[in-house]
């Protein structure tokens, strides 16, 4: 009896040993790989002086940097919203030859390198592209120009939405919609009151995913843009301009900046996560 | 009360086949709307980059690989995309593992923090190691002294493919290890099996298709990875070029054919690797 209790006594000791030990390799991994380099990049825009934030966002090409990068994410993330839902809908209650296609092309871009995505829009609208002689004889520039950079984003962003929207729909399935419909509610009105509110945190979970991707896009863009300093230079391709210059106290400011409103977005993410799970629990 | 059976608890009215029939133009409307938007914006373009890249033949895949550097580029790639999804498998299942069994102070910070390189634009990630490990930082300076390259070196690479791909496993185990019924375990360790027996004997094989499908997201993702490497790997032709940036050289000299070429081997290893992953998930977690 006596060597099995402490046999007992050892076995919860180690257990409780081998528990604290996976802990503390697992935060420790997290430690050295995810909070080391946000440690590092704050630091290093302490070390630069503070005032180099002030020097930094006072300049014309970093504050016209900014501006761009918010209308190109804004007309991205508003497409693939449209249609993301359309495309959600379609997948979840529409029956059809080729939507297993439709479900496999979805999923697409995940595997595409951004960089070949700006090679794809070059092939089509640069020059010698698919699209370029129509489009020069109208006089319209969507390479180098605003245009394709909302493209190449946008292309970027299409899963986001779907992925989150789609199982929503499949799983409440049509029971509130056909009920709403009986009482004698239009289509739209259907989708406006019932369906909308149902797939409410999913769709502002892919909204936000779609924006934090949109926001930090650079393969893609650089490629497309020409980034061309003051007119089409994105706030990351102005980090990547600076860092090449050897300007590096600015372009970490502004790469700080990026990542304080990746936070801010992580935040919001984590927040419609929750509501969705909760949703999920209780409803 | 058979009732309750239904899902969501809803009384389950039978779908009527002529509320169904009777808006087809709606439903019809919606379904070119999604195939319209999703040829234009995916197919159209996919086709140009295979059409341009295979319209001699294997001439432009060929020559591309001919160029100075090119074998050690997609090599680079290669391997050090293994080598993130072996390592994240490994740490991705144990944090998984520790925020779903174990509660410790921190623990909410952490299942946030994990999340982070979804949100962190890649270029970030990279600027933060180059200040991290950069020559100008003091501890890039040590390890340097030390012989430990890490900016402009294969180690930095890896780590900044560790860093944007660690959620993509965590996220897969998670879900499946939240569903798992502990009573197993619990039978397991009452027969006598000590706590690793019951994790390899009982919880592995559960969680394998996830650690499985996670990883081949991790590789499919490192594979095409550009911002997060473009200021970490400084690019050196046959040493650090990895694939993605190689092809965007190619594309700036105008040598479209060749980057098309070597865009469509890239892009069908990552695309046949994330519908595999689909079939082994089974579409039952959401990827993030």
Redesign the interface.
Known sequence: MVTSTAAMRS?VRR?RL??SG??A???G??AL?????????V??VIRGGIAEIGTTFARSDVIHAFYLTAIVAVQAVVITTV?GV??A???AR?R?AGRSI?N?????????????????????F?RGG?FEPFLAARGIQVIFAVPSMV?VT??IC?PFVI??VA?VLR??????E??A??LGAS?FQTFVRVTLPNIRWGLLYGIA?AT?RA?????AV??VSGAIQGQTETA?LY??RA?EERQ?PS??VV?LA??AV??A??GA??IFKRNRERKEKT? | MSLEAT??G????P??PR?RSA?PP??IG??V???L??AA??????V??VT?GFRDGFGSLSSAFATLGARQAIQLTIVTSLAAAVINAF?GT??A???VR?R?P?RGF?S??????????????G???????GP??P?GAWLAAHGVHVIFAPLGIL?AL??VT?PFVVRTVLPVLLELDTAEEEAARVLGA???TTFRKVVLPALRPAIVGGSLLVF??A?????AL??VSGNITGKTLTA??F??QL??QFR?PE??AV?TV??AM??T???VT?RILH?RA???
């Open positions: 076995e257990s081998a528990r996976l802990i390799l697992a935060l991994y997290v790989l995810l909070v080391a380099p946000v440690v590092g990049i630091w290093s249609f359309i495309v809908w379609v997948l529409d059809f439709m496999a092309v979805v999923e697409l871009p995940l595997a595409v390198s951004p960089v070949i995505v700006g090679l794809m829009a070059v092939l089509l640069g698919w493209l946008t292309f299409i992925r989150e199982p799983e409440i399935g049509t029971n509130e056909d009920a419909r009986t289509g995913l934090a926001l930090g896009e650079i393969g650089l490629i990351t980090v990547l860092l590096e372009g970490f790469a990026l990542a990746s936070v977005i992580l993410i984590e409803g | 899902p969501r809803g009384l389950a009215i779908t009527n509320t808006l709606a439903r919606l379904r709307a999604a195939i938007y999703l914006l995916i197919a159209v373009p996919l140009a980059v341009t740490f144990l944090l593992y520790v925020l174990f410790f921190g952490v946030s923090i994990v999340d982070l390189p979804f949100a962190l634009p890649t270029l970030v990630t600027v933060m190691l180059v200040a991290l490990y100008a930082s501890i780590l560790l860093f660690l000590g706590s690793w499919a993702r594979l095409g990875e550009f911002g473009v200021v993605p940036v092809i965007f594309t700036s479209q980057a098309a865009s890239l892009f990552a695309f690797l994330v519908l689909d579409r959401p990827l993030w």
